[in-house]
């Protein structure tokens, strides 16, 4: 018997899923996510449970470590933060509380949906200022 019979016990393949073109998805150019535009990175270190993370710490919490969202609020805050926007000093605050406040959450200690709001709003408020950017180049 060959290799490219098939035998009388072997199972009917299962019916494929029709076919769907794939669909892009643009959270802005990665040297801007990853490098936060030439930025530099205003915090260092991890949330706890974390790995290597590099700040953004309860975005990570709500969102993982690399989605697109948190690299986008990581980048997008160190520009904020370094070109001293409007909200920079927030972001101060967040960088002397954001890892406990992100162990909390991690622990289950604050519920995420607390934070959630806030953050989605941030996400969609990056989208739009890298959008702005993108356009007066």
């Avoid at 409007?86 to 604050?110: E, K, N, V």
Wanted: hydrophobic share 35%; charged share 25%; aromatic share 10%.
């Amino acid at each position: 018997m060959s290799l490219n019979k098939k035998t009388s016990d072997s199972k009917p393949s299962s019916p494929r899923k029709p076919y769907t073109s794939p669909k892009l998805v643009s959270h802005g150019h990665v040297k801007d996510i990853i490098q936060g535009g030439g930025g530099k990175k205003f915090d260092s270190g991890g949330a706890p449970g974390a790995g290597n993370s590099k700040g953004c710490w309860i975005a990570e919490a709500l969102y993982g470590v690399e989605d697109p969202r948190t690299l986008l609020l990581r980048a997008w805050l160190s520009v904020a933060y370094d070109e001293r926007r409007p909200g920079w000093q927030f972001i101060a605050l967040y960088t002397r509380f954001g890892r406990q406040t992100a162990d909390l959450i991690y622990r289950g200690y604050l519920p995420r949906a607390l934070f959630h709001p806030l953050f989605d709003a941030l996400v969609n408020k990056a989208l739009d200022d890298s959008a702005q950017t993108i356009l007066a180049r």
